[in-house]
């Protein structure tokens, strides 16, 4: 498996984390998904939406934003997120 250098960091909204990429990851425009059925149009997506507390995935060049729901534990939630985007 190819590592991919990924970075994260926070945005001003507390529920929502940016993970950036040192490659582009959406062709062109931005993506955005809402719920396990919208993300079904995204292999990547789709399998963000497998990790529990998390309901938005916003995709755009060179990075993915995840939102949490509020409550939500960053400590579970970004290894479960990097692990994915890893594999890419």
Do not use: C, H, Y
Request: hydrophobic share 45%; charged share 25%.
């Amino acid at each position: 498996m190819k590592e991919n250098p990924i970075r994260f960091q926070p945005t001003p909204n507390p529920n929502s984390m940016k993970f950036v990429f040192s490659k582009q990851v959406v062709q062109s425009g931005m993506e955005i998904f809402n719920s396990k059925e919208e993300a079904e149009k995204s292999e990547i997506a789709a399998r963000l939406f497998e990790i529990d507390g998390l309901v938005g995935v916003f995709m755009m060049e060179n990075f993915v934003s995840v939102n949490k729901m509020p409550g939500g534990n960053w400590g579970v939630i970004v290894p479960k997120v990097m692990d994915i985007l890893k594999s890419l």
